[in-house]
């Protein structure tokens, strides 16, 4: 399966240097995204073989709408996205998730298999007076110091983790992929990312009304 990821020029020299690419951690900020990280990081070891027993994944693109990857645009390049790698992997070592879905889990937000189910556990947070605010801050330690610990918190929470799964899906037109490791002989093509004003890579993009698109929303509309 042909897959694109970005990364830097650190990441390429240690590619070329070694011959195969890993993540490498004191790239990853954990404050941040460990919550996350743990989670895909479990996933991953129960589906696919980690023979070298690494501890982080590679992030690539699998699908963007009708391309591998988001279209470049104009606008500020995205930090550490010096080079994009185009290379390929079996199937049986990619983790692939719906990028829609995933961004439920960077705000411990439920995700619901359809309307009604949406409408349920939204009536069960405004019950127990649990607010998305207090929700988030489980995963988030980086911006909140603390969260709640009593018993209707904690049940929920494990209720939207268990909700993740459904984030492990084929059935949507942007998925992104883990891979624990590239080898240099499954590269198919390097470029070099020069220009200064065009973005690649990314679909977190300012967009020209100054707005971010909102992921969970695009997702709400889908439902039936």
Known sequence: MKLITFQSLNALKDLLNKGYLEAN?????????????SWVIEKMNKVLNNPHQIHYPIWCWVKCYNGICP????????????????????????????????????????IPKNLLDKERFDKKLQKLNITKEELKALSRPDKYESHRMDKDYLNICNEIKKSFDLCITEESDILQGCVWRIELDEIEKIEFLSDPKTCYGSLNYIRKNGKRSNWREDFYKKLK
Do not use: Q, W
Request: hydrophobic fraction near 30%.
């Open 25 to 37: 951690s004191n790239f990853i900020d954990l404050k941040k995204s460990e919550a996350t990280y």
């Open 71 to 110: 279209p470049k645009h104009k606008g500020t390049p995205v930090k550490g996205f010096d080079v994009k790698i185009t290379f390929n992997k079996p199937k049986k070592e990619i983790f692939i998730t719906d990028f829609r879905r995933y961004s439920f889990l960077l705000n411990n937000m439920y």
